[in-house]
């Protein structure tokens, strides 16, 4: 017999199983509604599906300092911008702590903005993945003053991330970005919306 059944199981041993179907193509076909009444759906990479997709989970996540706060000095160099304030969190297991993202397994869709004064000149940033050591996305090599990263990366276990930004020339105060005074509220600098998908 190709089944064979213990106490607590049933396994068949060779083959395709159909349901529905009298010729399955994968190792179990349905032709039909799936239904999970708990527990969800699991995948090869250990990440369990509970609920319906939404078009993707967001961490949303900046540097946000009170109104008529400059960005803060910079360097000559590369720095790690700050990152402070969780504007949302839907992604399980992802977190914010001491300027650094913690994501858990998965493909995601990141934009990233980093602004800083007009006279630090050349800017470039990034989304830095400090557990391979190793840039994940680079934005474009700008002569102004703001830059921006953007892109889609897929990681097989947890990592953390940094956003840095290089900064050709330091300016004392605002070199991380001017305040407004807008009476709009705090001052955002570096902001970073990630979308697991």
């Known amino acids: 017999?190709?089944?064979?059944?213990?106490?607590?199981?049933?396994?068949?041993?060779?083959?395709?199983?159909?349901?529905?179907?009298?010729?399955?193509?994968?190792?179990?076909?349905?032709?039909?509604?799936?239904?999970?009444?708990?527990?969800?759906?699991?995948?090869?990479?250990?990440?369990?599906?509970?609920?319906?997709?939404?078009?993707?989970?967001?961490?949303?996540?900046?540097?946000?300092?009170?109104?008529?706060?400059?960005?803060?000095?910079?360097?000559?160099?590369?720095?790690?911008?700050?990152?402070?304030?969780?504007?949302?969190?839907?992604?399980?297991?992802?977190?914010?702590?001491?300027?650094?993202?913690?994501?858990?397994?998965?493909?995601?869709?990141?934009?990233?903005?980093?602004?800083?004064?007009?006279y630090v000149l050349q800017v470039k940033c990034g989304l830095y993945n400090v557990t391979d050591s190793v840039y994940t996305l680079v934005g474009l090599s700008e002569y102004e003053h703001n830059a921006n990263f953007i892109g889609k990366f897929t990681i097989t276990a947890q990592k953390t991330f940094e956003v840095r930004h290089y900064m050709n020339t330091v300016k004392t105060g605002d070199g991380l970005g001017i305040s407004s005074s807008s009476g709009m509220g705090n001052e955002v600098y570096t902001e970073v919306f990630i979308k697991k998908i």
């Open 1 to 118: 017999s190709l089944w064979t059944a213990s106490s607590t199981a049933i396994y068949y041993n060779a083959g395709n199983v159909g349901i529905g179907t009298t010729g399955p193509a994968q190792k179990l076909s349905v032709a039909g509604t799936i239904e999970s009444t708990t527990g969800g759906i699991k995948f090869p990479d250990g990440t369990t599906q509970t609920s319906a997709a939404s078009g993707g989970s967001v961490l949303h996540v900046r540097d946000e300092k009170a109104s008529g706060t400059a960005g803060g000095a910079n360097i000559s160099g590369v720095q790690t911008r700050t990152l402070n304030t969780v504007v949302l969190n839907e992604i399980t297991g992802a977190s914010l702590s001491s300027n650094q993202i913690i994501l858990p397994s998965g493909t995601y869709e990141v934009f990233g903005s980093c602004p800083s004064h007009p």
